[in-house]
C-alpha cells in the first residue's frame, strides 16, 4: 500500500499528529518535498516533538524513514534537529534514517539571499520564512546546487562549492553586498554535511526493492494544496508541489503510483504568512480562536491568520490532492464557542460562487456563511462519533457533506490517541 497523507488547506492543518498516528500501520514514512520552512507537531507519550526536516514516524521505533529527492535540506538545521531528538533518547541510525543523494542542500547563501529579497520587496513581500527555500529551488532548476550525493564524492566537492560561490557573489552584489567566502561555505559544508554521509543512499533502489516486496509506504507532504507552487495562490506559495500526485516522484519512486491520499483539514480555517484569505477573522474574534487553538507557527513562532471553516477553498483542495478520504483536526479547539461559521461561497462584485478562484479574484472575495450552534464541554475523551455533542455531529457532517470527500477520521485533542475513527 502507497498512501499519501496531505494538507487540503494552506498548510498547519495536523499532518504530523496524522503520521504519527498512521505510521504504525507503515513500515517506511517519506517526506518528498520541501524544507524547514514549516514544522509538523508531534504529540504522543514520549512528549511534544516539533520537526522540521525529518519525517514525523521517526518518532515512532522500528519504522524506516526516508528523506527523498524532492526535498530541499538544510544540514545545519538537521544537525541540530537530529541532536534535539536524540538527547531525549530517539536513536536515529543509518538503519532507520535513509536520505536520498539526490536531494539538494540549502547552503548559507540561500538563506542570505531569502532574507535580502524579503526585505528589498518590503511591503510586497511573499511572507517567506527566510530559510532560504525559494532560492535553492531555484537554484536547482538552473542545474546550480550541490546535492547530498555530492558529500560522497570529496574529490570534486571543493571544485562544485568554488564555483557556485563565484556565480552567487555576481548576485549578492547586485544587493550591495560583499561577496562571500567560497572557503568558509566549504568548511560549513564540510563540518554540517560529512555527519550525514553513512546516511545517505540510493533511495530509489532502495524504495523500488522494498515495494516489490510487499513493504507499506507513507508519503508525509509539506504544507498544503493552496501553497502548492503550481495550483496555489501563486506567487504567495511555497517553491515545490505539495500535491500527492508528485508524493512517489518527490519520494523517488516515479513509476509507482500512490493507492490512497488521505487529506487533512482543520475544523476551522489557519494561514500563516501573507496572501488573500477570505475567511479571516480579526480583534477579538480572531484572537480567542488563535489563542484557543495556539496557532503559532511551528518552524518560526509567527502568529497564525484564523478564520471560519472554508468550504471553497476546501472542495478546491480536495479536488487538486484527489484525496480519497480526510481527517478533520481539531474539532476541540472549537468547544466553548457559542455560534460557528462555514464559508459555503464567495461573493465576488455581486457575484455568488462556490468555485475556488486561484487568482486576483480572491483578494476582492467576500464570504457567505452559514452559521451553527456551537458545543460545550471537554470532548478529549470521545472515542466514538456518537459521543460527540449534538451540535458537533450536525457541524462535522455538514462540512462532509459540502466538501465532498468521506471523513474517516477526526482529532479531537493533541495526544496520539484524541480521534474518532469514522
Not at 197 to 220: H, M, Q, W
Not at 248 to 259: D, L, Q, S, Y
Not at 282 to 307: H, I, K, M, Q
Request: hydrophobic share 40%; glycine share 10%; net charge neutral.
Amino acid at each position: 500500500m502507497l498512501t499519501a497523507v496531505v494538507g487540503i488547506n494552506w498548510g498547519d492543518e495536523g499532518k504530523g499528529r496524522m503520521v504519527d498516528l498512521l505510521s504504525s500501520e507503515y513500515d517506511i514514512i517519506i517526506r518528498y518535498q520541501g524544507g524547514n520552512n514549516a514544522g509538523h507537531t508531534v504529540v504522543n507519550d514520549l512528549g511534544k516533538f516539533i520537526l522540521n526536516l525529518l519525517p514525523s514516524g521517526i518518532i515512532r521505533s522500528g519504522k524506516v524513514n526516508v528523506m527523498g529527492p524532492g526535498m530541499v535540506i538544510d544540514v545545519e538545521h538537521l544537525v541540530h534537529e537530529v541532536r534535539s531528538l536524540t538527547e531525549r533518547g530517539l536513536s536515529i541510525t543509518p538503519e532507520r534514517l535513509k536520505i536520498s543523494d539526490k536531494a539538494a542542500i540549502c547552503m548559507p547563501y540561500h538563506k542570505m539571499l531569502d532574507v535580502l529579497e524579503e526585505d528589498r520587496l518590503a511591503d510586497k513581500k511573499f511572507g517567506s520564512t527566510r530559510r532560504g527555500i525559494a532560492p535553492v529551488y531555484a537554484d536547482k532548476y538552473m542545474k546550480k546546487v550541490i546535492r547530498t550525493g555530492d558529500l560522497l564524492f570529496p574529490d570534486t566537492l571543493r571544485q562544485k562549492v568554488y564555483g557556485l560561490v563565484e556565480w552567487k557573489n555576481i548576485t549578492i552584489r547586485g544587493y550591495g553586498r560583499s561577496d562571500i567566502s567560497a572557503d568558509e561555505i566549504y568548511e560549513w559544508l564540510i563540518k554540517y554535511g560529512m555527519p550525514f554521509v553513512p546516511f545517505i543512499c540510493d533511495t530509489t533502489a532502495y524504495l523500488n526493492k522494498s515495494v516489490e516486496e510487499g513493504r507499506s509506504v507513507l508519503f508525509e507532504a509539506q504544507l498544503g494544496a493552496l501553497r502548492d507552487i503550481d495550483f496555489g495562490i501563486y506567487p504567495y506559495t511555497t517553491s515545490s508541489s505539495a500535491i500527492a500526485a508528485y508524493a512517489p516522484i518527490g519520494a523517488g519512486v516515479p513509476a509507482r503510483r500512490t493507492e490512497k491520499v488521505i487529506g487533512i483539514m482543520k475544523a476551522y480555517s489557519s494561514c500563516v504568512g501573507e496572501g488573500p484569505f477570505v475567511c479571516e477573522y480579526f480583534g477579538p474574534e480572531g484572537d480567542a480562536l488563535r489563542e484557543a487553538g495556539s496557532e503559532y507557527g511551528a518552524a518560526t513562532g509567527r502568529p497564525r491568520r484564523v478564520g471560519a471553516f472554508d468550504a471553497v477553498a476546501s472542495r478546491y483542495g480536495v479536488m487538486v490532492q484527489g484525496a480519497t478520504e480526510l481527517a478533520l483536526t481539531k474539532l476541540d479547539t472549537l468547544s466553548g464557542m457559542k455560534r460557528l461559521a462555514v464559508c459555503t461561497a464567495y461573493d465576488i462584485n455581486g457575484e455568488l460562487t462556490t468555485d475556488f478562484p486561484a487568482d486576483e479574484r480572491l483578494n476582492i472575495a467576500k464570504p457567505v456563511y452559514k452559521y451553527f450552534e456551537g458545543f460545550s464541554g471537554d470532548i478529549s475523551g470521545c472515542r466514538t462519533f456518537g459521543e460527540l455533542p449534538q451540535a458537533a455531529r450536525d457541524y462535522v457532517r455538514f462540512i462532509e457533506k459540502e466538501v465532498g470527500c468521506r471523513l474517516s477520521y477526526i482529532s479531537v485533542g493533541a495526544d496520539r490517541e484524541a480521534y474518532i475513527k469514522l
